[in-house]
T-cell receptor, first 116, second 113 residues
């Protein structure tokens, strides 16, 4: 069945490096994907909406040059955290829209990013 | 713009007891309503959703929710909880099918034996 696969599940990196997170739709095509960020014991905050073949739409307050989103195919969107700093440490979750008779949003399992 | 308020940040209950997790929303347009569950270090799983029709919605794992338009509420209920229901629960709204979700702050449900 339709599933959203997110990798890696956990990443630890040094301050100043860049980290790429992948979000893949399996068994369905996703023209739209959403990237969320969740701080410990807090809710999910939408960062950006990723549309296949076009530029992502970022929410207010989200730095587009720091959080690079690429949605080059109908099954893959990537989020790259550039020059990561400790304050970027968070849980990142992607979701993809599955069209059909029972349209819904499917979520990936999330990526825990820890920046040292 | 839409907003969601989950009135309880934490709800402790005993196993086999009933539970209600409260959710209120604000919107100038009609919305779709959702409840998601998040187990530790995992993504979100859809419990149930209200799009239209009957205001009482049944979901997975024995959960149900009732949409109350006049009170702008969408409270989640389960008549008898199990230890495995321990998780974080999020209420969310969107303005259309497959549109971006606006989440509440979450309610941590803890089941005690």
């Amino acid at each position: 069945g339709a599933v959203v696969s997110q990798h890696p599940s956990r990443v630890i990196c040094k301050s100043g490096t860049s980290v790429k997170i992948e979000c893949r739709s399996l068994d369905f095509q996703a023209t739209t994907m959403f990237w969320y960020r969740q701080f410990p014991k807090q809710s999910l905050m939408l960062m950006a909406t990723s549309n296949e073949g076009s530029k992502a739409t970022y929410e207010q307050g989200v730095e587009k040059d720091k959080f690079l989103i690429n949605h080059a195919s109908l099954t893959l969107s990537t989020l790259t955290v550039t020059s990561a700093h400790p304050e970027d440490s968070s849980f990142y979750i992607c979701s993809a829209r599955e069209w059909g008779a029972n349209e819904k949003l499917l979520f990936g399992s999330g990526t825990q990013l820890s920046v040292l | 713009a839409q907003s969601v308020t989950q009135l309880d940040s934490q709800v402790p209950v005993f196993e086999e007891a009933p539970v209600e997790l409260r959710c209120n929303y604000s919107s100038s347009v009609s919305v779709y309503l959702f409840w998601y569950v998040q187990y530790p270090n995992q993504g979100l799983q859809l419990l149930l959703k209200y799009l239209s029709g009957s205001t009482l919605v049944k979901g997975i794992n024995g959960f149900e929710a009732e949409f109350n338009k006049s009170q702008t509420s969408f409270h989640l209920r389960k008549p008898s909880v199990h230890i495995s229901d321990t998780a974080e629960y999020f209420c969310a709204v969107s303005v259309g099918p497959g549109q971006k979700l606006v989440f509440g702050q979450g309610t941590r449900l803890t089941i005690n034996p």
